[in-house]
């Protein structure tokens, strides 16, 4: 419904759970983020107007820990990368996962955690890889994995030059 309206309003909106984009021309942006707080606020709506969550209109924008540069899209050109908070909190998973030399109940969140974030920039390009190094729900279930090994299957066979190095 929401998108209806903004549609009907002339103002371009992307909605994805929680977090909303909303596009303009650089000439209209103002008049286009004041009419969609505007929308929300008629609607009784609560959202961030400021501190970190909130944004104004801008070149790059920020929506599930993924940032859009839109600087060079007159050239054709969208720039997508993962937000600094998410590139460290994986980092500091798999350094976890690393050092227990093993794939645990708590580091199957990390398999959802990199599948979420690869999508977001390749789409399920690199799913094969991620599926080695953890079970299934299916296999779980099924008691098939083998501890610290993940869809019974190795990594390197699935992609031969893996960019973990092996």
């Given amino acids: 419904m929401l ?3 903004c549609l009907e309003l002339a103002v371009v909106l992307t909605c994805y759970f929680d977090d909303f984009v909303c596009l303009s021309s650089p000439i209209l942006a103002k008049s286009a983020e004041l009419t969609f707080e505007a929308l929300l606020d008629l609607l009784g709506w609560r959202f961030d107007k400021t501190g970190e969550k909130a944004s104004e209109m801008g070149a790059t924008v920020s929506a599930l820990g993924v940032i859009f540069n839109l ?6 050109l969208l720039e997508v990368q993962n937000t600094e908070k998410r590139k460290k909190d994986l980092c500091v998973q798999i350094a976890r996962t690393l050092d ?4 645990t109940a708590a580091a199957a969140s990390l398999k959802g955690r990199l599948g979420f974030a690869e999508g977001q920039l390749f789409g399920r ?4 890889l991620i599926n080695c190094y953890a079970p299934t729900k299916a296999e779980q279930a099924d008691g098939e994995h083998q501890e610290g090994v993940g869809s019974g299957s190795n990594p390197d066979a699935a992609f031969p030059a893996s ?3 092996r």
Avoid: K, L
């Fill in 3 to 5: 998108e209806w309206i």
């Fill in 100 to 103: 227990e030399g093993i794939m």
């Fill in 71 to 76: 600087e060079q899209t007159s050239e054709g």
């Fill in 163 to 165: 960019p973990c190095g």
């Fill in 125 to 128: 390009s690199t799913r094969r």
